[in-house]
T-cell receptor, first 114, second 112 residues
Framework: EPEVTQTPSHQVTQMGQEVILRCVPI?????FYWYRQILGQKVEFLVS????????KSEIFDDQFSVERPDGSNFTLKIRSTKLEDSAMYFC????????????FGPGTRLTVL | AQTVTQSQPEMSVQEAETVTLSCTYD???????LFWYKQPPSRQMILVIR??????QNATENRFSVNFQKAAKSFSLKISDSQLGDTAMYFC?????????FGKGTRLHILP
């Protein structure tokens, strides 16, 4: 069964450093998403992406964040200058067809900012 | 505001028992989708069951079923014949437009 994959599974970085989290969505999906879950808290929407542009973003997704689909398979989330409060689990998701179709989640990347 | 409320932060039941997790949500939309996601200790998000708001029939998926009450904006999950592998965090969620809105979750322990 096709699945969303994410790399790395765990990333440790120093505050102020740039990180890139990578995702490979399900191959025939057209809509891509990033969510964040701070430890012990609920999952929060960050951004959605369709047709090579951002469709919607939350207030969390400030200028430090960017997303890109550099080729036909990868979908990346870049944090330009990490802060301690960026430490969280980051989930990529993808969906086929309509905007409100089922979103399938990847296994997540645990980001630790020291 | 669009919110999801899960009033049970934590629950424990014996293996093979039936357990119901409650969820209420608030939206002004008429067309949306509702989900229950399971998050085991590995922290992966696994879709358990989905319900389209325009369908009156409650969704079922093997041992998992929902009780969807649209007027009351209630969407509870029933797990029958619970198994040890059901131990996880369960998130109720609904989606509109481009995003999923999650509740804070219910931590479910299945006891041997």
């Amino acid at each position: 069964e096709p699945e969303v994959t994410q790399t790395p599974s765990h990333q440790v970085t120093q505050m102020g450093q740039e990180v890139i989290l990578r995702c490979v969505p399900i191959s025939n999906h057209l809509y891509f998403y990033w969510y964040r879950q701070i430890l012990g808290q609920k999952v929060e929407f960050l951004v959605s992406f369709y047709n090579n542009e951002i469709s919607e973003k939350s207030e969390i997704f400030d200028d430090q964040f960017s997303v890109e689909r550099p080729d036909g398979s990868n979908f990346t989330l870049k944090i330009r200058s990490t802060k301690l409060e960026d430490s969280a689990m980051y989930f990529c998701a993808s969906s086929a067809g309509t905007l409100i179709d089922t979103q399938y989640f990847g296994p997540g990347t645990r980001l630790t900012v020291l | 505001a669009q919110t999801v409320t899960q009033s049970q932060p934590e629950m424990s039941v014996q293996e093979a028992e039936t357990v119901t997790l409650s969820c209420t949500y608030d939206t002004s939309e008429n067309n949306y989708y509702l989900f229950w996601y399971k998050q085991p200790p590995s922290r992966q998000m696994i879709l358990v069951i989905r319900q389209e708001a325009y369908k009156q029939q409650n969704a079922t998926e093997n041992r998992f079923s929902v009780n969807f009450q649209k007027a009351a904006k209630s969407f509870s999950l029933k797990i029958s014949d619970s198994q040890l592998g059901d131990t996880a965090m369960y998130f109720c969620a609904f989606t509109r437009d481009d995003k999923i809105i999650f509740g804070k979750g219910t931590r479910l322990h299945i006891l041997p």
